[in-house]
């Protein structure tokens, strides 16, 4: 039997001003380590999404555990029996995550965060609180939180005018955001607070690390993740969701019961394009 592929992805906000040099090390350190996926080099801070063997990836973690602005990089970990990326690259950004606001600079100042057993509390006494998702619609279609806040934006650089219309009697009540893995809402926390929302909570891990620490409960439906999985169940094992080919729009196993899907051709949000 084939050894399992490791799937691994971490960020870190940290002031790197020589990010343009790290980024010949960083291929090098993957390619040695034959691995495949993206990572990403913003002057605020580097994210990743990587899959390889366990020792290629040991590897990879003790070439960044060298420096120490990524030492100890938390990490989500899944594992699959293929490997769910084409290629590897390594990519000079602007922003790690892009929202448009140079002003907001997580490595300075973000919300504070709430461990996934806390928030699972709230929810099981029925707390008052404002449970936000900051992901895109499409994302939200495939699963997301009993009862949570849907912006209805198809990116993160619509989140900030998205707020804005946000009712301000909910100003004084506590907000939990989440994303998939944590890193959107450490500027959407930012946002938030000044927007004039008094609790501002993120939710550590985001949605995978909820799963990783206690399972789905208060979750209906799955996660959509960006590599071909499409999507996570909250068992972590990959679900029945597809991408259409021709418009890359997510599908639930309903959905490609459409007649308008149609492999490779379309699908009930692009039949209309035809």
Excluded at 60 to 73: K, N, W
Excluded at 92 to 120: N, Q, R
Excluded at 190 to 216: H, N, S, T, W
């Amino acid at each position: 039997m084939a050894e399992p592929i490791v799937n691994i992805a971490g960020y870190r906000f940290v002031d790197l001003p020589d990010r343009d040099e790290l980024r010949a090390p960083m291929i090098a350190a993957c390619n040695t380590s034959d691995l495949r996926g993206t990572i990403l080099l913003a002057h605020e801070g580097i994210n990743f999404f990587l899959a390889g063997g366990k020792a290629g990836i040991d590897r990879f973690l003790s070439f960044l555990d060298q420096d120490v602005r990524f030492l100890d990089i938390p990490l989500k970990i899944s594992h699959t029996d293929y490997q769910p990326f084409n290629r590897m690259n390594v990519r000079l950004k602007k922003e790690i995550i892009s929202l448009g606001m140079d002003e907001v600079k997580p490595a300075d100042f973000t919300g504070v965060s709430i461990a996934p057993t806390e928030f699972k509390k709230w929810l099981d006494e029925g707390k008052a609180v404002t449970v936000l998702d900051t992901r895109n619609d499409y994302e939200i279609r495939l699963g997301t939180f009993q009862n949570a806040l849907d912006l209805d934006i198809t990116s993160f650089r619509a989140f900030p005018a998205a707020v804005d219309d946000i009712p301000d009697e909910l100003k004084d009540t506590p907000v939990v955001m989440f994303c998939t893995g944590g890193i959107r809402c450490e500027k959407a926390s930012v946002v938030m607070l000044e927007a004039g929302f008094k609790d501002v909570r993120q939710l550590e891990g985001g949605i995978l690390g909820y799963f990783e620490k206690v399972g789905g409960a208060h979750w209906d439906g799955d996660c959509f993740v960006f590599d071909h999985r499409v999507a996570l169940t909250p068992e972590l094992k990959e679900s029945d969701a597809v991408q259409c080919f021709a418009c890359r729009q997510p599908l639930t196993l309903e959905e490609q019961q459409s007649p308008d899907y149609v492999v490779e051709v379309s699908c009930p949000y692009c039949i209309h394009l035809r």
